[in-house]
């Protein structure tokens, strides 16, 4: 079984910046593996933050863009995401996501609070 463990939440006050982790507990970060964050905050849906596919295509949520940077150390099976400029509404609890051929893997989530 994998398991995929984020770290790097807290809280922040606005304008700040975080650094995200996502550790898998096996070599799953393959050549065909795509990845990347969501995020949910109360009361709605989770929702896209940053996506690498494995082709290494990376995608943004209109919302983050030029704040947020996803990147990938494939030989430390980790993920992460470079959080600046942080705002109130980037408030939500912190998902990273591995599809990995046939195989889906999400993390437990971290909380990221920015307030002052």
């Known amino acids: 079984q994998v398991q995929l463990v984020e770290s790097g939440g807290g809280l922040v006050q606005p304008g700040g910046s975080l650094r995200l982790s996502c550790a898998a507990s096996?070599?799953?970060?393959?050549?065909?593996?795509?990845m990347g964050w969501y995020r949910q905050a109360p009361g709605k849906q989770r929702e896209l933050v940053a996506y690498?596919?494995?082709?290494?295509?990376?995608n943004y949520a209109d919302s983050v863009k030029d704040r947020f940077t996803v990147s990938r150390d494939n030989a430390k099976n980790t993920l992460y995401l470079r959080m600046n400029s942080l705002k109130p509404e980037d408030t939500a609890v912190y998902y990273c996501?591995?599809?990995?051929?046939?195989?889906?893997?999400w993390g437990q989530g971290t909380q990221v609070t920015v307030s002052s």
């Open positions: 996501h591995v599809q990995e051929r046939n195989q889906a893997y």
């Open positions: 690498i596919s494995s082709g290494g295509w990376i």
């Open positions: 096996r070599s799953i970060f393959t050549i065909y593996a795509s």
